[in-house]
């Protein structure tokens, strides 16, 4: 059974760019929720994917987007990066119902300068 | 965003000491869960904890739900060095469909052999 995977481990921008981030969902899952983690904080949601739809959004800006695919995997994008973008994004893979734990992806290290 | 109440921040032990952590909230949760997560990696599930007043036990780990579903603890028995780490809480409520995670801010356990 294969985790959850995520591309790029380390990314470098510069703020006002745009960035692409990448989540492949555990093998039979097919919810997928993206986390922001600040540098000392805990993790906190961004928006979960379920059927390729948005099923649910935390504070966070539009510039924030997603897509999930037919094969349960997901992109996160970010517009106009500014320089608190900076954190580590977290992918979590879970079945929706029924309810069940999330896993999660070593995470995307974005740093914006 | 909002996080949990996650207590302490940081402790400091012995090897062979037990730990206990906490987490509280102003909400309730359907579901309690506990995740370590070390440098560079992403949170990894420890324990999950489904109705108010379940104990659950994963090897040297013990963790309670809540009966006013608005708080857990973490006991962990007997540590090791390989216990090091963060440790947070996340709670998880299934309404309106999205089973989005609120985490607490993280304890830093550090074990001293």
């Known amino acids: 059974e294969t985790g959850v995977t995520q591309s790029p481990t380390h990314l470098i921008k510069t703020r006002g760019q745009q960035v692409t981030l990448r989540c492949s969902s555990q093998?039979?899952?097919?919810?997928v929720s993206w986390y922001q983690q600040a540098l000392g904080q805990g993790p906190q949601f961004i928006f979960q994917?379920?059927?390729?739809?948005?099923?649910g959004r935390g504070n966070f800006p539009p510039r924030f987007s997603g897509l999930q695919f037919p094969n349960y995997s997901s992109e996160l994008n970010v517009n106009a990066l500014e320089l608190d973008d900076s954190a580590l994004y977290l992918c979590a893979s879970s079945l929706q119902r029924p309810p069940d734990e999330q896993f999660f992806g070593p995470g995307t290290r974005l740093t914006v300068l | 965003g909002q996080q949990l109440n996650q207590s302490p921040q940081s402790m400091f032990i012995q090897e062979g000491e037990d730990v206990s952590m906490n987490c509280t909230s102003s909400?309730?949760?359907?579901?309690w869960l506990w995740y370590k997560q070390d440098p560079g990696e992403g949170p990894v599930l420890l324990i999950a904890l489904y109705k108010a007043g379940e104990l659950t036990s994963n090897g040297r780990l013990t963790a309670q739900f809540g009966i006013t579903r608005k708080d857990s603890f973490l006991n962990i028995s007997a540590s090791i060095p390989s216990d090091v780490g963060i440790y947070f809480c996340a709670g998880q409520y299934s309404g309106a469909g999205s089973y989005q995670l609120t985490f607490g801010k993280g304890t830093k356990l550090s074990v001293i052999p």
């Open positions: 994917y379920y059927r390729e739809e948005e099923n």
């Open positions: 909400s309730i949760f359907n579901t």
């Open positions: 093998s039979g899952h097919n919810t």
